[in-house]
Every structure is written in C-alpha cells, then in structure tokens.
C-alpha cells in the first residue's frame, strides 16, 4: 500500500518535544524519523523515540474497556463496552458523592503525555465535579522556585546561546538522557574551543563530552556555588559595573553570606579539593562568557529551592548575563504563549476545594479522612512506579473500598490495581498542540493513524463522562480540534508575533524574542534579586540535605533506555537492560559483594532487589540505580521508589526523590 508521511510531535515528558515524521500506510504507523526542518530537534531522534510505532501497535496496547473480576493487584479483568464502563462509573461516582461529597473524588494525572489539550483535559471536568484537587508537584517545581526567587520571570535562554559559550557547565543534567539536542549545541561551542565541566554526583553518561568532571557528595551542590563566589569575591574577579547597574543585594552576600563560605570549608561538606574549589572560581570568572545549564535532579533534596536559587546567583557576579553565549539555563517557559485557561476552566469551581500533594498520595490514600479518599482517577500516570514511598501508595491501592479507573495505554503496575481500565489512545491517534520546556517552538499534532482499537483520548473520554454526570457546559460538547482553533483564533500578543498560518498546519513555529530578553531581568525591582526581601531568608545560604540513617547516598538517575516508567512495554529497549544498582568498588570490597550478583538496598521504608554493577565511575559512599522499571521486570517484589520518601522540598512541595540513603546487603 502506499505510504504518507505526516508531521507529529514526540509528546513525552522531555524538554526536547521532537518533531516527527510519520510514515503512514493502510492506517497504520509504519516507522517514524526526526523531522529535519524543526528549529531546535533538526532530525535527530533518542534511542526511545526511533522506533515509537513498535510502542503504538504494540501487542500489549489495551484495545478496549476491562472491568475487574479479581482480587486488587491479580490482573483479572473481563471486556466490557463504552458505555458499560462509563455509566458504571458514573453510577458510583454518584454513589460516593452521595455518601461522602465529591472531594472524596481524587484525579491523578502528571506528565504521560505533554499536549496541552491531552494532559490538562480532566482540569474542568473535576472543578465541575467539585473534587479534590491534585499539586502536581513530583517533578522540579523547587528547582522553579528558587530561579524565580533571584529572577523572576526572566525569560529562559534560548539554547542556541550555548553555541556561542567558551564555558558550558553541566550540572546535575544528565543530558544523554534527558536533553539530547542540546548537546548539540555544546558539541558545537565545542569546536569553537569552548570547554565543557561535568558537576554531578557520579560519572553519568554525558562525562563522555566533559573536559573536567567534579564529583560532589549529594546535596551539596548550592554548598559549592556559595564556595566558588566566596572565592571569585576574594580575588577580586567581580564585574563591578554589572553588579552596580543590574544586580540588587550584592553587597549584603559578599559581606554576610559569603565569609561563611571559604573553598576550605566548602570542600568539607562537597568533598573536592580546596585547589580544585579556587581553579573553579578563576576559571568561571575568567571565562569570556561562560554558561550554565543546570538539571532538576538538584532540586530534588529538601535543599532543592534554596540550592537553585544560590547557583542562580553566580553568573550575576561575573556579568555573564550581558555576554553572548553567557548566563543560565534551567527551564524555559512558555506558557504566556498559550491562554491554557480555554482548557482548564477554573471558573467551573463552584467551591474551594482541599488540595493533595502527589508526592504524599500514599499517606492520602491510606490516612487521610473527613473525607478519605474513595475513588481514584488516574490518567497518563502510573502512580504506583512513579510516586515515592511505593509501599504505602501499594497499600492504598490494594483497599478494595477505593474505586480506581484507570485510563491507560498498557497494563502498568497501576492498571492492576483498577476497577476499570479504559483504552487510551497514543500521541498518532488523537489531535494536540505542544509546547516545549527546552526551547521556543510550538507544534500542532493531528491524528495522524486512526484509533488503535477501541481507545480513546483522554478529552474524549472526560466528555463522555461529563454527559453521564449530566453536566451541560459547552465545553463538554466540544473536540479538541475545536479547543485547538479556540487557542489559535485568540492568540496571545506574543503567539499573534508567529506564523499562525504555519502552526495551524501542523508545522512548528518559533515565539520570538526581543533583542534584550537575556538583561530584562523580570523581578520586582527590574534586577537580578540577589537579595529578596519578599522571602523568608532573603538571601541564599546553604544548609545540608534530611538523608536518612543510612550509610549510602541512593541517586536515582535517568536511564537511556526509559523515561520515568515509559517504555518498560518495549522489549527492544528494555530485555537487554537489567535494574542494576551501581557501587563504588571499595565499597563492594568492604560490604563483600561481587559485581552481578543480586543485592539488596535496604532503609526504614522498604527493600529493593538489585542485580549489582561495580564501577569506578560511582563515588564513595553513592550508590546509583537508572530508570523506573515496572515489577514485572524487576529481580523483587518491588522497585526504586519503595525507598523513597514523601517528604518534600524547601519551598513549592517538591519531591525529594534524590535525598535518599540506603544500607545494601547481598541477596
């Protein structure tokens, strides 16, 4: 049969939001390529996405509505319709909020699918149902907050200012993994004679590009931006005239903050060198325009906010903002770009509702009462894999007197758990529009292959079920290509400055921006705050991560091969993997455990088996484990996050995945 090709958008949760090109034959995806006329992804694809239609006709897709028959976690389901499943749903819907009132009602969704429409399409639904609303804080919201605690809303750098760099600084991103194409970017500083530093608590798979690699003890990172200013102050390295005209509290740091910090004591709590603390600074403030682009894995400590906010201080103290080629990166927002409101609709309140932070649904499901919880709605998520402290989220599941529907596009460790599993379409199968948290384009997606089976968007199905819940508003009645045309017909002033014929098209479109958009600092006071008076502490310091009684750092890192807990129904990209937990060899030494043999990590919350990998490539006193693999594939009765904790960051209830400590014991 003759084959199309058709223009999509990767819609996983990655700053990257490739553009694809699909090849389309007699209604099926018949393989997927990069597409080389993007702005930013020019044509490259990850290892995840370069086979995405073995995820989208996959023999393990879910192809219609099940209803469970068995015990809570067993996995025995029988078929059932549509309309079976919907008005079964709708029917105890209304039974507990008969009983109980609809706060009982929780939704869980976060970030399986990154479309606008897609991923916000139960926001309206639930404010008209009146139910308890989520924080959909598991990600970086800490790492958000403490850039705008020294920025504002500053508009991020563009990423091709890293070509222009002579400095590149990655820290605490594992690039490889989570932002491919912006080492393409670096490659090319690179070339120009740019040196690039790796900071991080192990030697991940980006080091390969590194020219230097510094290596600190977990949590300690806003500890060596406090060290590295201390330093640069010292000698006199400062951009005087940046600071007087740009920068508000400089002198209330480098007079009250700073002498706390001398590279001495700083390498006590980082674990480098004092030398290697000064030649860092000397480098940095010597550097013509040096840039850094820091990840969210820092952020995720009960220090993350304040962490975030000390680093985002040091390129004000060498000018690097008014360089080309100089400053910081952490996440580039484009949300003014779209009024996202046509799709939530917070006006459909009709009360104030309790809100519950994702990070503690465990103890919600499992404590909370006036009301308790009593149905659970999950939606591009899979709770039980991806939200910490795994065993109390289990437990929660397993009550038979929680209603859980699971929207879902494979059985995941959180579809076992459900009463009813609805099929879920994928990205090819439904219309969307994208924006990106890594650069400046948008993209239009159509459904570009029909329904597999009889799956169904997530705003299909939440119309459905708002017509069974009798709610009348237009919204419920429309498609989300209406919605898409709603957002395209009024643009914002800065989405009127695009090419809105191009867009509407399908093709990506870059929001432009101004010429001073790097020196516009977008605070309070129109400058960099080092000092903040609107904060608790107005100005940054250091204070040392919770951990646990437990003597190994656990990172829990990116894997190459997953994204979160996607990709684990791919046995190309997963059965030559194994969920390993990587050991400094000294360590194994004392602890008398041999690389491959099946171990044990091990803290007050729970146990996970391993298959251990000695490597040298593992600090001291850190242990590392890649990806979120589902408990079908794991070597035990359980994976990663049973050993993390639900306590939350610093500021903006963040998760604290990484400030975590474990035991390891053999098998």
Not at 150 to 178: C, K, Q, R, Y
Not at 301 to 330: D, E, F, H, Q
Not at 422 to 447: N, V
Not at 513 to 542: H, Q, V, W
Request: proline share 7%; hydrophobic share 40%.
């Amino acid at each position: 049969m003759p084959t199309e090709t058709k223009l999509s958008v990767c819609p996983y949760d990655c700053p990257d939001t490739c553009g694809l090109l699909v090849q389309v034959s007699g209604g099926k995806a018949v393989g997927v390529a990069g597409d080389p006329d993007h702005p930013f992804t020019r044509g490259t694809l990850c290892p995840k996405m370069v086979h995405y239609e073995r995820t989208v006709h996959s023999p393990y897709r879910l192809t219609e509505p099940l209803l469970r028959t068995g015990s809570k976690g067993t996995g025995t389901f029988r078929a059932v319709t549509w309309p079976e499943a919907i008005n079964h749903i709708a029917e105890r819907w209304r039974e507990i909020i008969a009983n109980y009132g609809s706060e009982a009602i929780l939704p869980c969704s976060y970030a399986g699918t990154m479309g606008i429409i897609q991923r916000n399409a139960g926001h309206a639904f639930f404010h008209r149902l009146g139910s308890s609303e989520l924080d959909r804080a598991i990600c970086t919201p800490a790492k958000g907050y403490g850039w705008q605690a020294t920025m504002g809303t500053t508009l991020g750098l563009h990423p091709a200012e890293v070509t222009h760099s002579d400095l590149v600084i990655l820290w605490g991103i594992n690039a490889l993994a989570t932002n491919i194409h912006f080492l393409a970017g670096v490659n090319k500083a690179k070339q120009r004679g740019a040196k690039v530093w790796l900071i991080d608590t192990y030697e991940t798979p980006t080091a390969r590009i590194a020219d230097k690699i510094f290596l600190l003890r977990p949590g300690s990172d806003g500890a060596l931006a406090l060290g590295i200013m201390h330093h640069i102050v010292k000698e006199n390295l400062i951009n005087h005239q940046f600071l007087t005209s740009c920068v508000q509290g400089f002198d209330e740091l480098s007079t009250t903050t700073l002498p706390n910090y001398p590279p001495e004591s700083v390498s006590q709590i980082t674990g480098l060198p004092t030398e290697v603390i000064t030649e860092m600074a000397r480098s940095y403030a010597q550097a013509a325009a040096p840039f850094i682009r820091l990840g969210g894995g820092l952020s995720r400590y009960g220090n993350g906010a304040m962490t975030v906010r000390t680093i985002s201080c040091l390129p004000a103290l060498v000018g690097a903002w008014a360089k080309p080629g100089g400053g910081m990166s952490t996440s580039i927002a484009t949300e003014p770009s779209l009024n996202s409101a046509i799709i939530t609709r917070e006006d459909l309140r009709t009360k104030s509702t309790r809100t519950i932070n994702l990070n503690r649904l465990g103890t919600a499901l499992t404590e909370l009462e006036a009301p308790p919880i009593k149905s659970l709605y999950v939606y591009h998520c899979n709770p039980a894999a991806v939200v910490p402290d795994q065993n109390s989220v289990l437990a929660g599941l397993a009550r038979e007197d929680l209603f859980t529907v699971v929207h879902e596009r494979f059985m995941t460790d959180t579809a076992h758990y459900a009463d009813v599993i609805l099929p879920a379409t994928t990205s090819l199968e439904h219309s969307d529009i994208y924006r990106s948290y890594g650069h400046y384009c948008l993209q239009r997606a159509f459904a570009v292959i029909p329904p597999v089976g009889a799956a169904k968007s997530n705003w299909e199905v939440f119309n459905l079920l708002a017509q069974a819940m009798n709610f009348d508003e237009p919204i419920f009645r429309q498609s989300a290509d209406d919605l898409i045309e709603q957002l395209l017909d009024t643009p914002s002033p800065w989405l009127a400055q695009t090419d809105l014929a191009k867009l509407k098209t399908g093709h990506p479109v870059e929001l432009p921006l101004p010429a001073d958009y790097k020196i516009d600092f977008k605070t309070p006071s129109g400058k960099i705050e080092i000092f903040n008076p609107s904060e608790t502490e107005p100005l940054p310091r250091y204070f040392e991560p919770h951990g646990d009684n437990a003597p190994f750092w656990l990172v829990s890192s990116p894997h190459l091969a997953l994204l979160n807990s996607s990709f684990n129904e791919r046995p190309d990209l997963t059965d030559s993997q194994a969920m390993t937990l990587k050991m400094n060899p000294a360590d194994a030494s004392a602890k008398n455990l041999n690389d491959g043999a099946p171990v044990v990590a091990f803290n007050t919350r729970g146990e996970v088996s391993f298959i251990l990998q000695i490597s040298a490539k593992i600090p001291a006193g850190v242990v590392v484990t890649e990806g979120i693999w589902s408990l079908e594939k794991a070597p035990g009765r359980r994976t990663v996050n049973a050993l993390t904790s639900q306590r939350l960051t610093d500021k903006a209830g963040g998760s604290t995945f990484y400030d975590t400590k474990v035991d390891v014991r053999a098998e």
